[in-house]
């Protein structure tokens, strides 16, 4: 087949290439943000970010469903309605704006009447009908008939709708409108605002209930309808800081209002509440469901289930397994240690590459946390509230006379700590703490410090805005501007002598530039980055093997940055990827969280290249010997398949270990050739096994440094 081989070879400087190498997601993370909740038929269905999760067993377990339903689809909110599940999605793809289910999720359909700018943002429902009010401040029934929602009412934009027993409510800024005849008609605006309370106007009316011919409504905090049609503010055992009420229900004699700030009871029709156990730890509720006496709570910190208490003594478990999905902020990686950390999750570790997370410091998780950085001996956390530290990750102190450190901008190098602080560069000599200002404001212009690169005794500082960097030669003791190609410079690293900056920018000219002589000078290549728009934003390296990403799309160089291909996107969310401090390489694998979504990783030592030719046909399966070999760095291994089938090309050592995952997944017929870069593996003879289908062939080559 060598005939073959070379010819594809020569064919390949023609060919588009891309990096192909299969994504996968760490399902073991627990999921967060919730956004809405249904029951049906005793199941529970969430939604989160772009995904639809079921659980049969009152929440220990969750399994995604969402077929049906097309992959750009951005999901919003859920309900269940007389047996079929409804859900909202914003599908940029055909403008279908709501779906339907009517076996359980297993499948969905699209419904029809509405159009392309159509967004469900809330649901409720009385025994015979569906309502829907929308983001633009519409409210629609549900005719199913027709298949159809028609437009009934316009409630105004970021208005919500609400039902108790057979009215149906139409919510919004300090208004309630009431209707009695299934939607047909409402009534003019109910209640006049409390006197002396000029903001009530101006505040998102969020739920509404009548409980013995009494109308209470929630917002932010709680108001009772007098009999004179006076709203009566009533917070009477709330927290004196106010509470979001996101949700009234009536259960067991009692009012219950879920808040932002935990979970209140009421047994005198909301004249007075008592707490319950359950505190902030939830986060803001997003939505409320019951099957029997047990309860579901929907929130930003996740699935919290109910032990079936009906007073005060009530308590919720986090009940998360199976959920993949996480607001994170920012990832981090120490030797064997890889963290993860975002809003309501606090910091995860993991010690195994991803395979399990662990909470990293129990008391982290209720904390906004902006960065993580560990020196010789301690771990260092940048919190909204303060810096902390910790020499074993249980128990933290604060550290007094810190600086309020920002977002991301935070990096150490033996005991030495660097923070950016504003336009200002903070350095610790001593683990954080004590603290120096290094540089004044006007060295470094007037934009954000967002992050260090650190190289013997110099170090580059990124800069939020414009087209500067700052630079010092003295180990921080100095600093000096210099301005790299572009005008935004989101991530600088060194890798080797060389310093590397993403250049983002919405115009033409964005890419990787690199620079020799610490930033004196800098080239940005001409090649297959340049004129994306909006630059790339993430950087990171693995060996000597340089990673990036667009807003559509991840890059790989292996020539310092001189050329990039294009990495397969398999097993990637179908969104647009945003700029994030979550792209870092550690111990071999490249993780990534798109958007702040799910953690993802792939094999940085396998990355290959892909090279189709419809023109070379296989008569049957082979797998060549790869070319040249023995190789440095990288090496082309080519093979044949008559037919498309699954295949999986893995590179082994001679302990049997699986050092690389070079395909993995369903080909189609032909010759292909793959471009196994093993930069990061050590010199001597290793094993690539293909299997295509029933077929099967190993050989050997040697790698020489």
């Known amino acids: 087949m060598k005939r073959l081989a070379t010819g594809l070879f020569l064919f390949g400087i023609l060919l588009n290439t891309m990096v192909y190498a299969q994504w996968e997601s760490l399902s073991q993370l627990e999921g967060g943000n919730i956004t809405s909740i249904a029951e049906l038929n005793g199941d529970v269905y969430i939604t989160v970010s772009n995904k639809i999760y079921k659980s049969t067993d009152n929440g220990a377990s969750w399994t995604e469903i969402r077929n049906g339903i097309p992959d750009v689809a951005d999901i919003s909110v859920i309900t269940a309605f007389n047996g079929t599940l409804f859900v909202g999605a914003n599908d940029s793809g055909t403008g279908e704006k709501i779906f339907m289910s009517t076996d359980a999720g297993a499948n969905w359909s699209a419904t029809g009447g509405l159009g392309a700018i159509i967004l469900a943002g809330d649901w409720a429902y009385t025994e015979s009908s569906l309502f829907m009010a929308s983001n633009f401040g519409k409210l629609y029934r549900w005719d199913g008939a027709t298949n159809m929602f028609t437009e009934v009412f316009g409630i105004g934009a970021g208005g919500s709708v609400e039902t108790s027993g057979e ?33 009530f106007g101006f505040v998102p009316v969020r739920t509404a209930i009548r409980v013995d011919s009494e109308l209470i409504i929630g917002g932010n905090g709680v108001y009772r309808l007098g009999a004179d049609s006076v709203w009566i503010k009533s917070n009477n055992g ?8 996101t949700k009234f229900i009536e259960s067991s004699g009692s009012l219950w209002a879920y808040t932002d700030n935990g979970i209140f009871i009421s047994a005198d029709t909301a004249k007075t509440w008592t707490e319950t156990d359950i505190h902030a730890s939830t986060g803001f509720i997003a939505g409320v469901a019951m099957t029997g006496s047990t309860t579901f709570i929907a929130s930003e910190n996740g699935v919290f289930v109910s032990d079936g208490a009906t007073d005060a003594t009530i308590t919720f478990t986090k009940e998360v397994s199976g959920l993949v999905h996480l607001t994170i902020s920012g990832m981090y990686s120490a030797g064997s240690e890889l963290f993860v950390y975002g809003p309501g999750v606090g910091v995860l570790r993991s010690e195994d590459g991803g395979d399990t997370f662990t909470q990293f410091g129990d008391t982290l998780a209720s904390l906004e946390i902006r960065a993580i950085v560990k020196t010789d001996n301690q771990y260092l956390v940048a919190t909204a509230t303060g810096l902390l530290k910790s020499s074993d990750g249980m128990s933290w102190t604060t550290i007094t006379g810190a600086p309020n450190i920002n977002a991301g901008s935070m990096s150490s190098s033996g005991t030495m700590v660097l923070a950016g602080v504003g336009t200002q560069v903070y350095q610790s000599d001593d683990e954080g703490e004590t603290w120096t200002a290094r540089s004044a404001a006007f060295e470094l212009g007037f934009a954000n410090v967002t992050g260090f690169a650190i190289h013997n005794s110099g170090i580059l500082a990124t800069i939020a805005t414009g087209g500067d960097m700052g630079r010092s030669t003295d180990g921080g003791e100095t600093w000096s501007k210099i301005t790299p190609p572009g005008f935004a410079h989101p991530k600088v690293i060194y890798e080797g002598d060389i310093a590397y900056t993403s250049v983002s920018t919405f115009s033409n000219g964005g890419g990787v530039a690199k620079s020799t002589d610490f930033g004196e000078t800098w ?21 000597s093997t340089l990673f990036t990403f667009s807003l559509t799309d991840v890059y790989s160089s292996s020539n310092s940055a001189d050329n990039w291909a294009q990495i397969e996107v398999t097993g990637l969310p179908a969104t647009a990827f945003a700029a994030t401090e979550a792209f870092i390489s550690h111990n071999g694998f490249i993780y990534y969280a798109p958007a702040g979504n799910s953690v993802y990783k792939r094999d940085a030592s396998g990355s290959s290249v892909w090279n189709e030719e419809d023109l070379l046909t296989a008569e049957q399966f082979e797998l060549e010997q790869n070319y040249p070999n023995p190789f440095n760095p990288s090496t082309n291994i080519s093979f044949a398949l008559p037919r498309a089938t699954d295949v999986s090309l893995k590179v082994y050592n001679m302990l049997g270990q699986e050092v690389a995952s070079l395909v993995n997944g369903r080909i189609s017929a032909g010759v292909k050739t793959v471009v196994f870069d093993a930069s990061s593996l050590s010199s001597g003879m290793y094993i690539y096994r293909l299997e295509a289908g029933s077929f099967s062939q190993t050989r050997k080559m040697v790698l020489v440094k």
């Open 167 to 199: 009215e149906i409510f139409a919510l919004h800024n300090g208004s309630v409108k009431i209707s009695t005849d299934n939607g047909d008609t409402f009534s003019d605006k109910i209640g006049t605002p409390p006197p002396g309370d000029p903001a």
């Open 238 to 245: 709330l927290p004196a800081g106010g509470v979001v009420v």
């Open 523 to 543: 080239i940005l290549p001409e090649n297959e980055l340049s004129g994306i728009g909006g630059g790339v934003s993430g950087l990171t390296a693995s060996g």
